[in-house]
């Protein structure tokens, strides 16, 4: 290659130098047409004066110009020494210098084993650029098992760090090394998950220790399955084994809560550009100070999901584990690489770090009007919380997951993270729209040529996903934080069609539907299961929450008492019959009755009183047809629909029965009315 170049620019200067053409060419083809009349002497260069010339004397110079090194506007790019400095640090003050070496000693103890007696070396930079820095860290830390002179290969060997790379950067990541990495039409970042497209719950595992056995909530309902302390270990080293036995490994460091006073540091090391630019995303950006300050995180997340668990480890049931060890601040995932599981596994941490400081962790999206009026949706995965919360006319404070504390709402997040199944432009544009360049599209099936997404087609998954960060929404509100809350939307999908499109809860009522958690999966792709199936998760959120449902029951009422909240239950599923005979509500009209909830004119409109379920439901809503809103109506057998009533109410008691027992709240006058919130039959 160099020489190739050698020869090519003697030929250009031989001709530069006023050679005569025929000496030039002479043998190989046309003679070229001499522009210049002049013979110009060696001294002269001859060139095209109507365009400056590039600044650089060299090939290598020339793309050298390309890349910008700005170590103090963008720390988050990783540091690559330029091609005339020996290392890294060459052209940096001493301070910058040091914090430098801090933050590569910190990756290196995350990432250290625990069995022998060095942290990995961590060099900083993508090995594929030959700049790559060569700033080892060769970190001690006091080894579990002490063994004298335990020099193993992996202590020879660097892993490279790519340390909060920019999506344009990931993008290049994920497009060079990893299969199925596509750049869709509108420029988002088309990936596949691999083998699993959702979450993995009977696969989730927590540690219980001495702390963990009497803060969480164990047993039966729990979406805590057990572990112990040595299992979670065995599975982190083959996890930080497999990172390091890598050449490169992705580390975000990043925050969850915009609440200030409750702000947590998070860092996930992870094997793929697609997870690294996922929670890039999803969790909050640290600006390029905040990252210079970041120093310790207060979790760390190991994605080795590529890598399978071992079975013949104690507790394993599959070859996949996600295992959350609240102790130690860490979680390892080995045998999935479905994304959502870091932003769902980070959840479970908050719905345990919140409480414990009296701040309640919500399953929930949430937005504020223009007066300052906010609204919380809960619901479980396709409901339509990231649907409804994103609303043209009021402000976005987050889709998924909240606090509330003494200060108001705070989203925990930084992004979005809605289903394509079936996208629609016309019904949800602001989510269309942010589907561009930066945004991760999970599982979606696109035309090879043009790029275009269909999203109707289901062909990798019904669980077609879009995470982009909350600033691609217009009317996003940041930082992420609201008032206390207004109005409290449980949303519900109700796949048997008898639940109302909307009902006004008591105070008891509201509590009894979030302890409930009701919602129904519509089997629908699966073979054998002809009817829905009805689902209670506790809180809209059970595969998240680590303390008893009461615990945020209690909490919740607490706050909706304090603020004058209202409860609301939405029917965002079926009407005029069950899945198969009836139809979902349609979104237009689901969005008519949200609206009247927010304006406040459903407050005070007229209502009547469902049987069985004992709901209020209102007589009239403007752009919703009335005969709508008792479901009775839209039932063309009445004796079928009160079948089907009953059924789900026999459902519904059969579930809190599971409840009776706990109290919530400081009187026992609520836990008792809420018992009787339920359906009376
Ligand atoms: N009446 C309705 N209300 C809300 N969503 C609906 C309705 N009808 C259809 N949908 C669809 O249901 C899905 C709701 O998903 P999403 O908002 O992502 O739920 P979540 O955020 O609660 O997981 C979206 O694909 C939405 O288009
Ligand atoms: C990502 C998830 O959340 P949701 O469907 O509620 O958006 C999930 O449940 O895996
Ligand atoms: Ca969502
Ligand atoms: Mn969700």
């Known amino acids: 290659m160099a020489d190739k170049e050698t020869t090519k620019e003697k030929n250009g200067s031989d001709f530069r130098n006023g ?3 025929d000496n030039v060419v002479g043998r190989r083809g046309l003679p070229m047409i001499q522009t210049h009349k002049k013979v110009m002497d060696s001294s002269e260069i001859c060139h095209d004066d109507s365009s400056p010339s590039v600044k650089a004397q060299t090939i290598h110079e020339l793309h050298s110009l390309q890349k910008k090194k700005n170590n103090k506007s963008t720390p988050n790019t990783p540091i690559r020494s330029s091609t005339t400095t020996q290392s890294p640090f060459a052209s940096i003050s001493e301070e910058e210098r040091q914090k430098q070496k801090q933050q590569l000693q910190s990756i290196s103890e995350s990432l250290a084993s625990l069995t022998r007696e060095t942290g990995p070396k961590v060099v900083k930079g993508d090995p594929a650029s030959k700049g790559s820095s060569s700033h080892v860290d060769h970190h001690q830390h006091s080894p579990l098992i002490s063994t004298a002179f335990d020099v193993s290969d992996s202590a020879l060997k660097f892993t490279h760090v790519l340390y909060n790379l920019s999506p344009a950067e990931l993008y290049e990541q994920a497009i060079k090394y990893e299969k199925g990495s596509f750049i ?13 497209t959702g979450r993995s719950p009977r696969d989730k595992r927590v540690v219980k220790d001495q702390t963990t056995q009497h803060d969480l909530w164990w047993g039966k309902g729990s979406p805590n399955i057990e572990m112990d302390e040595h299992t979670f270990l065995v599975n982190r080293e083959r ?7 890598l050449e490169k490994v992705y580390v975000n460091d990043q925050f969850l809560n915009w609440d200030p006073e409750h702000r947590i540091k998070v860092r996930i090391v992870s094997a793929r550009a697609y997870h690294s630019l996922f929670m890039h995303n999803m969790c909050i950006r640290p600006t390029p100070e905040e990252l210079e300050e970041f120093g310790t995180p207060d979790f760390t997340i190991y994605n080795a999901g590529q890598f399978p668990c071992n079975r013949f480890t104690h507790y394993m049931t599959s070859s996949t584990s996600i295992d959350m060890n609240l102790t130690r601040k860490e979680m390892v995932i080995l045998g999935t690489q479905y994304a959502g599981e870091m932003k769902k596994g980070l ?17 929930s999206g949430c937005n504020m009007g223009k007066n300052g009026d906010v609204a919380l949706f809960f619901g479980l995965s396709g409901t339509g919380k990231t649907t409804l919360s994103t609303d043209h006319n009021r402000y976005l404070i987050g889709d998924d997951e909240h606090c509330w504390s003494e200060n108001g709402v705070s989203n925990i997040e930084g992004g979005c993270y809605a289903k394509c199944v079936d996208l629609s432009k016309d019904k949800e544009p602001d989510i269309w729209n942010a589907i561009k360049f930066g945004t991760v599209l999970e599982n979606v099936v696109f035309d090879e040529h043009t790029r275009d997404v269909d999203f109707s087609d289901k062909s990798v998954t019904e669980n077609t996903r879009a995470a982009y960060p909350i600033e691609y929404i217009p009317n996003a509100r940041i930082p992420c934080v609201a008032p206390h809350a207004k109005n409290v939307i449980l949303l519900a999908c109700d796949a048997f069609g008898v639940l109302p499109p909307v009902s006004k809860l008591s105070l008891a009522q509201t509590m009894y539907h979030f302890i409930s958690g009701y919602t129904a999966l519509v089997a629908g792709t699966e073979d054998g299961i002809k009817e829905p199936q009805a689902t209670f998760s506790a809180c809209f959120g059970a595969a998240f929450i680590m303390m008893h449902p009461t615990k945020y029951a209690t909490m919740l009422a607490e706050k909706m008492q304090k603020h004058g909240a209202t409860g609301w239950l939405v029917n965002t599923g079926w009407s005029g019959g069950s899945y198969g005979s009836g139809n979902r509500i349609k979104l237009a009209y689901t969005r008519k009755i949200i609206d009247a909830i927010h304006s406040g004119c459903l407050l005070n409109a007229k209502y009547i009183k469902t049987e069985v379920f004992g709901l209020e439901i209102p007589t009239a809503i403007d752009g919703v047809p009335s005969e709508i809103l008792d479901p009775i109506n839209t039932w063309f057998e009445k004796k079928a629909y009160q079948d089907t009533l009953l059924k789900l109410a026999g459902l519904f008691k059969n579930n809190f029965d599971g409840f009776v027992s706990y109290k919530i709240g400081k009187d026992q006058k609520l836990t008792e009315e809420i018992v009787s919130a339920g359906p009376i039959f």
């Open 19 to 21: 050679t005569t053409i």
């Open 347 to 363: 959840f479970s941490l908050m719905h345990y770090l919140m409480p414990k400081r009296n701040i309640l962790s919500l399953h």
């Open 184 to 196: 869709t039409a509108t420029g988002a970042l088309a990936t596949l998950s691999g083998a699993k």
């Open 239 to 245: 996890a930080v084994d497999y990172l390091n036995s």
